[in-house]
């Protein structure tokens, strides 16, 4: 299966998301984080991007008789590079983008399903903001704020620290009118 398949599809999405910042999980604690995702559902992504070299064995341990591994995301290999992406077809995006929202729309409905979720306290925001730039102006904002993201998903979990989920979407919303 080649990267892109493996990448953008809402589950396994979500399982890289979960990944990230340096976690070692197991598919246990993978399909206690997916309580909406069947369990089988798991253990085939988790399989896939297992053998893909997406996610990587840090540790085997024998638990009841049976083998339980421990894995980590490789991060190389979880990202789709300026390449990849310059080799996607508007459908690609388009599936891209859908599984994109489907992985947000499922973290968003758990985060809302746990006990004692409060948007308000936990200073949830899922705003828009409709922007002018003009190529320049946009080149520049994402130089800007690439290193600003970069640094924030190379933190590590640590007490007091708690994950969460940052999504950025950017792309024109229509043509440009004279005039403008």
């Not at 340096?22 to 085939?44: A, E, F, N, Q, S």
């Amino acid at each position: 299966m080649e990267l892109l398949d493996l990448l953008l599809h809402p589950v396994r999405l979500r399982i890289v998301n979960a990944m990230f910042g340096g976690r070692i999980r197991t598919t246990t604690d993978l399909c206690r984080r997916l309580p909406d995702v069947p369990k089988t559902t798991v253990y085939r992504h988790v399989g896939l991007l297992a053998d893909a070299g997406i996610l990587e064995v840090a540790d085997e341990r024998r638990v009841h008789g049976a083998v339980e591994r421990h894995y980590r995301l490789s991060r190389e290999r979880a990202r789709i590079d300026a390449e990849a992406a310059a080799s996607m077809t508007l459908d690609d995006h388009r599936h891209g983008f859908a599984a994109a929202m489907a992985a947000l729309l499922a973290e968003f409905n758990g985060y809302l399903d746990r006990e004692g979720a409060d948007p308000t306290a936990d200073m949830v925001s899922y705003r828009q903001f409709p922007i002018w730039l003009d190529a320049q102006e946009q080149a520049e904002a994402v130089a800007a704020l690439t290193p600003l993201l970069r640094g924030l998903a190379e933190k590590k979990p640590r007490p007091g620290r708690r994950q969460l989920l940052l999504s950025t979407i950017l792309f024109p919303m229509g043509e440009v009118e004279e005039g403008e």
